[in-house]
């Protein structure tokens, strides 16, 4: 990642802090002015991406830190942790909005300026809208996975709005009271689905998943494109730390080959790899042929890929 993504995802990070404050504001306005226990709910939700924010703001500025003696790979990963704590902040919203509504399933109140209330609302679920598919579109396009998790629950508490405005409608119209602290119950359910995805996906993470199965195919396509005059490739693989790429393969060359031959093929892979993935950390081993292959293996003659385990 160079100095320009890395000085725009902490600023998108960083902007995520003050604006959460403000939809937080808006929210808890919009909760003073109905008692609607379902918007008490969206705005307590509110608190936990105030956190959320801070908390991303800080990891990623940890993550872009430059490999050191005791991190030798970088500190990409630290992005995953950001999300793991995410998902789990949202886990305590939903909690929290349950114990506040099942307080007023037995005796539900009428709200005040609920017209009002739904406005307010309504502004605060645009402009998270607006930041939801930023933070995403953002995160996606850099592999930034404290973005992206940042966004998910951003976007879930536009879900969440939107079902509190739908609720409180229906609790307007029809008269009955309990649709609001059921509204906010609605609200819990979902929250923890999006929290659990949250949560699932940042741990594939830190359990090094492999890159996408487009970004593996151009990988070897680029390998077996720039491979000429070696005899083949084998245990290829790949994992992905947030914005970084690792890739390590064996690159079987003729026994009488020099070594200066040998590393201008590696040379000539590297930079196409380069062009695919930009920043991909790339290891080869070379050996001479007779050794036996094993893994993931590379057919370099009829450049194509054939994914075979030993």
């Known amino acids: 990642m160079d100095a320009e993504t890395s000085k725009l995802i902490r600023r998108i990070a960083f902007w995520g802090i003050p604006l959460s404050l403000f939809v937080m504001g808006l929210k808890a306005l919009a909760w003073y002015v109905t008692g609607s226990v379902a918007l008490l709910s969206d705005a307590l939700e509110s608190t936990v991406n105030v956190i959320a924010a801070a908390i991303a703001y800080g990891v990623i500025s940890y993550a872009q830190k430059p490999a050191d003696d005791d991190h030798q790979f970088g500190h990409h990963k630290a992005e995953y942790l950001s999300a793991v704590v995410e998902g789990m902040l949202i ?3 939903a909690i929290l909005i349950v114990w506040e509504a099942a307080g007023h399933l037995s005796k539900p109140e009428p709200m005040d300026a609920p017209l009002l209330g739904m406005a307010i609302n ?12 930023l933070l995403i579109k953002v ?3 850099h592999h930034s996975p404290a973005l992206k ?3 998910r629950h951003v976007l879930s508490d536009v879900v969440t709005s939107g079902g509190v405005i739908i ?5 307007t119209l029809t008269g009955y009271a309990i649709l609001d602290p059921l509204m906010a119950i609605g609200v819990a359910i979902n929250i923890l689905f999006e929290g659990w995805k949250v949560i699932s996906q940042s741990v594939n ?5 492999a890159v996408t199965e487009e970004e593996d195919a151009a990988i070897k396509k680029a390998i077996a ?3 000429a005059g070696s005899l083949g490739v084998h245990d290829l693989r790949n994992r992905r730390a947030g914005p970084a790429v690792f890739i390590d393969f064996h690159l079987v060359v003729p026994e009488s080959m020099a070594v200066g031959q040998a590393h201008d093929i590696c040379d ?10 930009s920043g991909a950390s790339i290891a080869i081993h070379v050996e001479p042929e007779g050794e036996t292959p094993h893994g993931v293996r590379v057919n370099i003659a009829a450049h194509k890929s054939l994914k075979k385990r030993a």
């Not at 993470?205 to 998943?209: A, N, Q, Y």
């Open 205 to 209: 993470g830190l359990l090094d998943r």
């Open 268 to 277: 000539r892979i590297e930079n196409a790899l380069h062009k695919v993935i």
């Open 167 to 171: 609720g409180l409608v229906a609790a």
């Open 149 to 151: 998790a940042d966004g």
């Open 122 to 133: 309504g502004v605060a679920a645009v402009i998270n809208a607006a930041w939801a598919w």
């Open 91 to 93: 886990v305590v919203a």
């Open 139 to 141: 995160g996606t396009q």
């Open 225 to 227: 494109e720039n491979a």
